[in-house]
């Protein structure tokens, strides 16, 4: 069609024909495709539908006569001028599709009642609803749409793509549509539908489910027939408690109970072999409740529509697997995580048995959701999951493999689920990472260390961890030992002490350190810290050596915790010679200790 010249001057305005020449053409062309009805009442109305008539025509003349034919090009050239002449004068031309008429602005511009014939028709019938042509439409642009509906109309019982697609495809500049799924006739399916197609013996032994499918009736696109009689309106009055139980069905509290049974009663329809619904014709269904118990935050609900797709998988496995994975992808997840509430210590029993029926590694989802999410009260909900679905993992190493990979933040929170589902093997991890570059990593090692039994190699790795280049580990290491350490770790502390008084040491650490030093080994320590005020040597004693004052605030520390009058009178001892600040802290020590034997005598 392309290849078609068109000849002739530039389009004129359809108003200057006078009415003569226009019988005189209209008495030309044949009667199989001179059939619509010339309507209009405005000027629009009318110049339209001479554009449409001329389309209709020449998207029919190819029925009747060959493409080079001379009345061919007669049909364009009429169709060309008839059409831009409309555009130019009137703008925009936007029609709304009915059954066998065309309305531009309400009024009818195109009206054709035989099926064969009717342009209104075959795009009604396709699905589409509107069509809208900018008056800046190029030539080729509508050349191409008298093609497809051409095609249509000579290719009427072929299985060829419809209206819509084709006019989708043409990928219009300045022509639009709007369309909406279309309606086929059972005479344009040859190749029959799904029940035919069954043998016989199927078709006895096919179990009815009680649903049946809609066909519609032969004049479901006439025009609604007249009714003469008039009925008489009676009053009936409807029963208080029916009333209620109505409104009760519209509340949003049902609205996830009846949309599980829609979707059982479909899966129905979908299983029974008779009928030709599809497992693609319910899926966006599917979606939207799925999508809509998500937004509301429905976990049972959703779980339940979850079981229901579950025992459906005879429909077809491979589709309804993947059905069933959409309940659990990372956006469902982290609405499912987000609707359970803050407060919650446990995981929803819903949520596990969502979580169970959905194939695939749950343990991986989780790590992933891990690294995502933000929120302080959905991290734990997901630390929780880990734990659960770790004891149940057969090979839990490369949960630990892609902890060592993560951010310290997602590590410390694997780390904390892991020790919880497993902690003999999470000790031998978090050892590892004692020398972690990272404070929050190695308080979280902290956290596991102090939680396991075996004290032998939580005390080794605590020795080891008083290196750290964070204070605050160092602290609580030696808080640790005030509880829990044995003897052993006195020279550990002694040495601590002494190197890091010249080089940084808090007093937060000096006061723990003095204590963990009294507790460990009493008699050693009195000496060790006696000397640490008052050290041998007369030159040592008056003069200020470095590091003297965080010594003596570890020895005035630990000497409180430890009996004797001899403790008394050195602290006295060193309250007369220090500055300010420690004097403070041996006379609070001094009224400790007294206060404390005073009880002690009682």
């Not at 309606?183 to 197609?197: C, I, R, V, Y």
């Not at 994975?325 to 609707?339: G, M, T």
């Not at 992933?368 to 057969?394: C, N, P, Q, Y």
């Not at 003596?552 to 600040?581: F, I, K, M, Q």
Request: hydrophobic share 40%; aromatic share 6%.
């Amino acid at each position: 069609m392309d290849e078609i010249p068109v000849e002739g001057s530039p389009p004129g305005s359809v108003e200057s024909a006078p009415e003569a020449e226009q019988s005189e053409v209209e008495d030309e062309i044949p009667e199989e495709i001179r059939q619509e009805v010339a309507v209009g009442g405005t000027a629009s109305g009318v110049a339209t539908n001479n554009a449409l008539r001329s389309l209709s025509r020449a998207a029919r003349s190819f029925l009747l006569y060959e493409p080079r034919n001379q009345a061919i090009r007669d049909f364009l050239q009429d169709y060309r001028e008839n059409m831009l002449a409309a555009l130019k004068t009137y703008g925009t031309m936007k029609l709304d599709i009915r059954p066998f008429e065309m309305t531009r602005e309400g009024e009818v511009v195109y009206l054709e009642r035989e099926r064969e014939r009717s342009l209104a028709f075959r795009l009604f019938r396709d699905g589409v609803r509107s069509i809208k042509i900018e008056p800046e439409v190029k030539w080729e642009e509508l050349l191409r749409l008298l093609e497809i509906l051409s095609i249509r109309y000579t290719g009427i019982r072929q299985s060829e793509d419809d209206i819509v697609t084709l006019l989708w495809k043409a990928g219009f500049k300045s022509i639009g549509i709007v369309a909406i799924e279309g309606f086929a006739p059972d005479e344009e399916l040859p190749q029959g539908g799904f029940a035919s197609d069954l043998p016989k013996s199927k078709r006895k032994k096919v179990r009815r489910t009680g649903t049946v499918q809609v066909e519609a009736p032969a004049d479901w696109d006439l025009p609604l027939p007249r009714f003469d009689e008039v009925g008489t309106v009676i009053w009936t009055e409807v029963a208080p408690d029916r009333i209620d139980a109505l409104i009760a069905e519209s509340t949003s509290t049902n609205i996830p109970e009846i949309s599980i049974r829609l979707m059982k009663r479909l899966f129905l329809v979908v299983a029974d072999p008779t009928d030709p619904m599809s497992l693609e014709h319910v899926a966006p269904v599917l979606n939207e409740i799925r999508d809509f118990l998500l937004s509301e935050g429905q976990l049972q609900y959703l779980t339940s529509l979850a079981s229901l797709v579950e025992q459906n998988h005879f429909i077809d496995e491979e589709k309804m697997s993947l059905e069933l994975e959409r309940f659990a992808d990372n956006r469902a997840l982290r609405r499912i995580v987000k609707s359970v509430g803050k407060g919650s210590e446990t995981i929803p029993p819903d949520l596990l048995s969502l979580l169970k029926m959905i194939p695939g590694d749950p343990l991986g989802q989780m790590m992933d959701m891990l690294v995502e999410e933000r929120g302080s009260a959905s991290r734990r909900l997901i630390r929780m999951l880990i734990e659960h679905f770790a004891k149940e993992t057969w090979d839990p190493r490369f949960v630990f493999d892609r902890m060592h990979s993560e951010s310290p933040s997602v590590l410390c929170d694997i780390l904390r689920a892991m020790s919880r589902a497993l902690p003999e093997q999470t000790l031998v991890e978090a050892v590892t990472l004692a020398g972690h570059q990272s404070s929050e990593v190695q308080l979280e090692v902290l956290w596991v260390l102090g939680r396991a039994d075996d004290e032998e190699l939580v005390e080794k790795t605590l020795i080891t961890m008083m290196e750290s280049n964070f204070s605050e580990v160092r602290s609580r290491v030696l808080e640790h030992f005030e509880l829990y350490g044995s003897a052993a770790v006195f020279d550990t502390v002694k040495t601590f002490v002494e190197s890091r008084s010249t080089r940084g040491i808090t007093e937060r650490e000096c006061e723990v350190s003095g204590r963990v030093l009294a507790a460990v080994n009493p008699d050693e320590a009195k000496s060790t810290l006696m000397a640490w005020i008052r050290p041998p040597g007369l030159f040592k004693r008056f003069v200020e050596m470095p590091g003297t004052h965080a010594l003596h605030r570890t020895a005035v520390t630990g000497l409180g915790l430890l009996p004797g009058d001899d403790v008394d009178e050195l602290l006295r001892w060193l309250s007369e010679r220090c500055g300010e600040e420690m004097y403070k802290l041996c006379m609070m020590t001094l009224v400790r200790r007294r206060k404390e034997w005073v009880n002690r005598d009682r």
